[in-house]
T-cell receptor
């Protein structure tokens, strides 16, 4: 069965600093990878996804992620964060042939002024 | 595109009562999903519909839980004889079912259930 591990439960950074949120997955079959953001009391919004092709994918709000098959990782990065990026971030995987998403436990990103 | 909507947004109920939640997917989406999210955790899959057919159910979906999508449009999730452990955010998502978009799922705002 597939699983997703988000290595940091909380990441505090200063405004305008770069940030990386780490995600590792395990699966014996091909996967599709997603990052979602959840603002307080809201549902999940898709930031970006990797389906195939280029391993560097760009998403909304200046975020990007890199798929590394050998390290089974899909880390999320942003070169300069803003206060408005304060939220919970979830990495998710869907395996080929499956419909459900399997989520990590989330990383809370806190931006300090 | 009005997005996925869920009703109610919040529900407080006493242990042992039945509750029902509603989800309205994005209009042309034929796939609908229910997830449960407890505090400090990521969402966990509960069940999945393609049109009106319920094609997959998680082992998390005990006998007290039932979901329907009678006409392939909106869906309801009912919990009978609620327990305090049912307290969670219940999220609904829908998808157009396009393989080349990875069957990407669009989430609603969720229904937060508190069982007292």
């Amino acid at each position: 069965a597939q699983s997703v591990t988000q290595l940091d439960s909380q990441v505090p950074v200063f405004e305008e600093a770069p940030v990386e949120l780490r995600c590792n997955y395990s699966s014996s079959v091909s996967v599709y990878l997603f990052w979602y953001v959840q603002y307080p009391n809201q549902g999940l919004q898709l930031l970006l996804k990797y389906l195939s092709g280029s391993t560097l994918v760009k998403g909304i709000n200046g975020f990007e992620a890199e798929f590394n098959k050998s390290q089974t990782s899909f880390h999320l990065r942003k070169p300069s964060v803003h206060i408005s990026d304060t939220a919970e971030y979830f990495c998710a995987v869907r395996t080929e042939g499956a419909q459900k998403l399997v989520f990590g436990q989330g990383t809370r990103l806190t931006i300090n002024p | 595109d009005t997005g996925v909507s869920q009703d109610p947004r919040h529900k407080i109920t006493k242990r042992g009562q039945n509750v029902t939640f509603r989800c309205d997917p994005i209009s042309e989406h034929n796939r609908l999903y229910w997830y449960r999210q407890t505090l400090g955790q990521g969402p966990e899959f509960l069940t999945y519909f393609q049109n009106e057919a319920q094609l997959e159910k998680s082992r998390l979906l005990s006998d007290r839980f039932s979901a329907e999508r009678p006409k392939g449009s909106f869906s309801t999730l009912e919990i009978q004889r609620t327990e305090q452990g049912d307290s969670a955010m219940y999220l609904c998502a829908s998808s157009l079912g396009l393989r080349d978009r990875g069957y990407e799922q669009y989430f609603g705002p969720g229904t937060r259930l508190t069982v007292t």
